[in-house]
């Protein structure tokens, strides 16, 4: 599995990534209070895909933007909802990641979270089930 990821992980264009980046973002605004620690986790995904570090914070920068500029999910989610499941689920860790990295999840967060499943394509049950497994790591 994750040969698979490192293959479907070098074929993301930059503007893919920056439009995943800013859903990223978004999840990490949306309760008023962007961290450090979220902007880390969306540092650690960027690395995945770019291992510059100026190209790394560019990317961030571009994405902070995209972000602040637009009020529309659809945005976002179009650069994704048509590619395999293996990098939806990917968005979907990171988006949990983001969420719960404050020990609490607020109503805005995990609806934020349902609308994006729905909007990617992407089966409930499976973003429940990656929450559930990030939630058990968490607590170990």
Known sequence: IIIKLIMNIKQIDSEKLIGIVALLVHAAKIDDNYTEKEKKIIISFIENFE???????????????????????????NKIKKDALDLKSMVVKELWKIIISDNSTDEYESNLNRRICGLIYFPDKLSGEIKLKLLKEKIK
């Open 51 to 77: 291992q510059n570090s100026r190209e790394i914070q560019e990317k961030l920068k571009k994405a902070e933007e995209l972000e602040a500029n637009s009020n529309q999910l659809l945005n976002y989610t």
